[in-house]
């Protein structure tokens, strides 16, 4: 089945460096969005694009998409502790006459003070 | 603006009993989704509706688990009998429709099954 894969599985910088996933996955897409979900927290969306776009921006943030290497990668910039969180990339598949998103397996990023 | 709310924020039962998770959407939105969250498998789509109408459930796990929404401000997951293997994180997220929407997630159930 499709599914995102994230890479790195875990990521520890210090604050101030950029922080960079990456989101492979399998189909063709139409979106892939990016959620970010602290400890014990649902997860909370950061951004989507689709797949005629090939960076988005929203403030640290930034994203790329490869449609040809069925890749995106999410680039935080300037990080701060508050980053400390698991991102998770979602890509869209339709199956057997249903839609719905696919969530990959997040990387854990630690953003160390 | 209210958030997805789901109760209780933590269960804790024994293994045979049974188990309902609740969840109110935001309002306004169509779409409802119940996941499950665990380390091992990661955050699994198990069902979900639209406009109260179950759309896909082919991702809930046995017979053992059903989902309702009886209304657009209501929905409910219930494990009977539950198993120690359903111990997780169930999460309730709505959107407003299915396609370029995000999803807005509850903070989860945190259900353990003794």
């Known amino acids: 089945s499709q599914q995102g894969e994230e890479d790195p599985q875990a990521l520890s910088i210090q604050e101030g460096e950029n922080a960079t996933m990456n989101c492979s996955y399998k189909?063709?897409?139409?979106?892939l969005q990016w959620y970010r979900q602290n400890s014990g927290r649902g997860l909370v969306h950061l951004i989507l694009i689709r797949s005629n776009e090939r960076e988005k921006h929203s403030g640290r943030l930034r994203v790329t998409l490869d449609t040809s290497k069925k890749s995106s990668s999410l680039l935080i910039t300037a990080s701060r502790a508050a980053d400390t969180a698991s991102y998770f990339c979602a890509t869209d598949a339709s199956t057997s006459g249903t839609y719905k998103y696919i969530f990959g397996t997040g990387t854990r990023l630690k953003v160390l003070a | 603006d209210a958030g997805v709310i789901q109760s209780p924020r933590h269960e804790v039962t024994e293994m045979g009993q049974e188990v309902t998770l609740r969840c109110k959407p935001i309002?306004?939105?169509?779409?409802l989704f119940w996941y499950r969250q665990t380390m091992m498998r990661g955050l699994e789509l198990l069902i979900y509706f639209n406009n109260n109408v179950p759309i896909d459930d082919s991702g809930m796990p046995e017979d053992r688990f059903s989902a309702k929404m009886p209304n657009a401000s209501f929905s409910t997951l219930k494990i009977q009998p539950s198993e120690p293997r359903d111990s997780a994180v169930y999460f309730c997220?709505?959107?407003?429709?299915?396609?370029?929407?995000?999803?807005?997630f509850g903070d989860g159930t945190r259900l353990s099954i003794l």
């Open positions: 997220a709505s959107s407003l429709s299915q396609m370029n929407q995000p999803q807005h």
């Open positions: 309002s306004g939105h169509d779409y």
């Open positions: 189909t063709s897409i139409n979106n």
